[in-house]
């Protein structure tokens, strides 16, 4: 095997690694109810959001951080946070791309986003999230013809008050659980989606969030609302440049799908992992959770999770209305000293519901990655379907791959099955490939590629070749 | 929580008064057994009993065990045409405890062949304690649970089997475990020690049953230790009365080409959990857990199988099947967990439940945690109804819908029970199941007709 090889990779320099340097409107850190206050102020809510915010803070004290996950890592200090970071001129506002700090659109640059031309010719609608203030936003107006709201959180609490105040927190309460909770009392920005009664939404949205400023925890909110009969495809990435010290970043989206509605959601989440010792790369706990409150909807999640140092996330779909649809799709790859515990719930409350779960994992270095999911099927699920199946590859002796899913079933008209997997590249398969002329490095990129290929054919074309080239550039000689 | 405090300390109190008790029949103990007893007890009073909040018993509640006020049992009267019904009709080497005290009416212990020792562990202790001293308690210790560091604190009788190398016991042993219905409900902590040497084979028999209006507390701890190329059939035949109360735990060390395979078949008891764990600590070794469980009523099954592969090129195998009826709850959770550089392992677990009605509930958990990565592991469970099409394909055979869906049922089973080698378990299991069907499928008639048939 080509150690040399593998050296290489997992001394590879973080690609996305480089610090912008923009003067931060930060407060000190630490938490109180004045960081509260401070936030609530700072983006001009009114003071309901406030005794939200406050509500969920105090919450928030009573709670303590879980321990049930397969991880391992230091005990966070809350104090030593900062909660909040914004790119200094924020009072005036840029008005179009030519007011934008060129800095700022250099980093997006490096990134590839495409925010000029690039946006229209890639047909993406971008509600970039640089730190915590979103800077700008295109193709407001086709959207606003179209009737789809999609602005930040900020903008929607003091846009449409009466929306936010409906659906924030009602998939996803203050007190859901210890990060959600904090999440709840300070966050800072994120994306708002309302689509309105019979609306298809005429483009994918996309949002880039992008970690900057040391120190400085990401707490995004988004919101995503689909009406009766409406549809949204909706993309987040992410990047973050290179850090000593751990980030924390501890986000929760919400998605509420009425009647005959369709979300699907999709992730390509590639924060830095921290270098070969793991130190300095983010620490990813992030809640999200679908809401298919309508007969019929369908909300699908789809996610390729390359980086962060730690990731705690389980995307889940409560499935109340009758036949609604859960779908999850994850491809997640550790290497060096990565960890991650993520999976999905499926809780089937309506009758004739259904879901499916599809987790790839593939761990490699020193890595450990775990998949924690939970079917629950109650007493009214008439008829619920759910398969799920999780396959782990393992490259080298050193990762680890777990698997602990929770099946809770009450109903004997419910079919739930599940299945796991786990094993390695087969020898015969690099033997067979190489036979071909293919080298040893293209061979294993075909097989894991193939692999991960029930969930790349779920992203939207840009994402998945996003994901692939993402991919390959993680195990990149991994296997020698 | 004053609650929680006073539950605690009324088993302690139990267990003053017991060793008060003993101190003054017997004098003192040997002071590795009082050492252990204390940390036990010290154990028990730090964890006190699990919650729903602890991962182990998420499922399983417990308060029915922590809330009851049971007694140690003095003596074993047990009615002598009871106890030939609840007998198991095969020709065997036996030990029977009536609520934990140890029988010897009931027991047969002549015509054991040489190299083998099978003695229940208050004579073991008598005779040689240093012996007992080593083994026990070193699989299952007091941190293992708060039951465990319980049965360690009252331990005082069970059983012991040895086996020189090479001995081979061709009967099956049974351990007889027999509950009594009586004014007071009781509670027993039986201790089982198996040690196996090379090349050594046996079948042991468990065997859990009891009078029907009975409501004790069984709070057993098994370990068993298999030297190199150890084989040991273990079966669990759980029939004890739908109020018993049952905790156990069964703890086995294979060495080098060991063989352990266990049928646990759970059929009665109120509310049962069973921690079934095996180290593999040597190549070669292979461990088969094969389980079956039917609930009904509000009993309530939990089992918890654990497969550790300490070393490369071991084998672990699972097939555990539920059927669940009324408002009954199973509980399965298996783990498959391989150790770094445990290469060339092989872990298969395979898990199916059969709800029956819509107030049962199964919780199902199938983990695997792996740290080598040139191994062949998987596990799959599946929770549904019988298949339509199968009915539909026998009713076209002009067989009615009841008795369809009673053989189907069956047959569900039947893919653990034709597991099992003793013709006689496997009957008594398959009558047993036919007979709780919600159609009460009349398996014996069908037979019948069936022969009769055939003679015509």
Known sequence: MASQEMEQLVRREYKEGFVTDIESDTVPPGLDESTIAFISNKKGEPEWMLEWRLKAYHQWLKMTSPSWAHLDYPPIDYQAISYYSAPKREEDKPQSLDEVDPKLLETYEKLGIPLHERAALAGVAVDAVFDSVSVTTTFKEKLHEAGVIFCSISEAIRDYPELVKQYLGSVVPQGD????ALNSAVFTDGSFVFVPEGVTCPMELSTYFRINAANTGQFERTLIICESRAQVSYLEGCTAPQRDENQLHAAVVELVALEDAYIKYSTVQ???????DGKGGIYNFVTKRGDCRGDRSRISWTQVETGSAITWKYPSCVLRGKHSIGEFYSVAVTNGRQQADTGTKMIHIGEGTRSSIISKGISAGRSNQSYRGLVKVGPRAKGARNFTQCDSLLIGDTCGAHTFPYQEIGNSTATVEHEATTSKIGEDQLFYCQSRGISEEDAVSMIVNGFCKDVFQELPMEFAVEAEALLNVTLEGAVG | MSDVQSDVQRFLERLGEHAAGRAEAQGPEPTWI??????????????GFPTRRDE??????VRGIARGDFQLATNADFSPATAARLTLPIEAHRLTFVDGVFAPALSTLDDLPAGAQLVPLSRALEENHEAVGGPLGRLTGVEFSPFAALNTAFMEEGAVLRLAPGTVVEKPIILQFLSRAGEAPAMSHPRILIEMAGRSQATVIEHHVGEEQAANFTNLVEEVILDRGAILTHYKLQEA???????????????????????NLNLGGGLVRTDLITELNGEGAEANFNGLFYGQGRQHVDNHTLANHNAPLTFSNENYKGILDDRAHGVFNGKVVVKRDSQKIEGFQSNANLLLSDRAEIDAKPELEIYADDVKCSHGTTTGQLDEEAVFALRTRGIDEQTARGLLTLAFAGEVLEQVGLDAIAERVELAV???????????????????????
């Open chain 1, 177 to 180: 659980n210890y990060f959600a």
């Open chain 1, 270 to 276: 590639n924060w830095y992992p921290g270098d070969e």
């Open chain 2, 34 to 47: 009082a050492a252990r007893r204390q940390a036990g007890a010290a154990r028990f009073e730090a964890l």
């Open chain 2, 56 to 61: 182990a018993w998420k499922y399983t509640d």
């Open chain 2, 241 to 263: 009365p739908l109020a018993d109360l049952h905790v156990s735990s069964i703890h086995v060390e294979q060495a080098r080409d060991s063989r352990y395979t266990s049928f």
């Open chain 2, 434 to 456: 036919a007979g709780k069907l919600p159609e009460r499928f009349n398996l014996a008639g069908l037979v019948e007709t069936a022969a009769a048939l055939s003679e015509e």
